[in-house]
């Protein structure tokens, strides 16, 4: 009996990890879908499928974050790994880090400004990008204000937008109930998430 039990509960151990780590493949399948919804989500962290290719049939997808701290520095880079505690997330790990030179942007754009002609060469944000001299950037969860999402998949594919809108609310329904968020799909590899 003992030999039974643990195969059965081995198997379903097993069936439940196979739904769970296919959901991008199966999830247009109806009986799928609302099984998904009503169980999976709730046994699983919502930021397992919002820092991860997890959404997304193509795994080489990656996730692009652009981070603002607490600090008044922008960050961006790509999401490698994340750390939770309890299921809140506690720290993000970015490799090939930038910092956003907003220092000089705001200065060179002042001189725009006041020029006494207009003119077209308006500075271009691309420019003031400085890359961080280091492989990864750790970021502390509380020091975070404000993070963006880039989902940027090699084959093109889009996540669906109605399942990251469900992973949002469901996660983080409490803390959104005052504020606005958008999700957008720029061009057809290029989902983004604005919080």
Not at 161 to 170: C, E, F, H
Request: proline share 7%; aromatic share 14%.
């Amino acid at each position: 009996m003992l030999c039974w039990y643990i195969l059965l509960i081995a198997a379903e151990a097993w069936g439940a990890g196979f739904l769970a780590a296919n959901y991008a493949k199966y999830k247009h399948e109806p009986f799928y879908k609302s099984l998904a919804d009503r169980i999976l989500f709730s046994y699983i962290s919502p930021w397992h499928p919002l820092l991860t290719p997890y959404l997304f049939s193509d795994q080489a997808t990656t996730v692009q974050a652009d981070i603002f701290c607490t600090n008044n520095v922008l960050y961006q880079g790509t999401v490698t790994q994340h750390f939770l505690n309890e299921g809140k997330l506690t720290g993000i790990v970015l490799s090939n880090p930038r910092r956003f030179d907003h220092e000089l942007y705001v200065a060179h754009r002042a001189e725009w400004d006041k020029a006494p002609e207009p003119r077209p060469d308006k500075p271009d944000k691309e420019k003031y990008w400085r890359t961080i001299p280091s492989e990864s950037l750790y970021i502390f969860a509380d020091k975070i204000f404000n993070m963006n999402l880039n989902f940027k998949s090699p084959a093109g594919q889009v996540a669906d937008l109605d399942s990251v809108k469900k992973i949002i609310v469901a996660t983080l329904g409490e803390l959104l109930k005052n504020e606005k968020f958008t999700i957008k799909a720029e061009g057809p590899a290029h989902p983004k998430i604005k919080g």
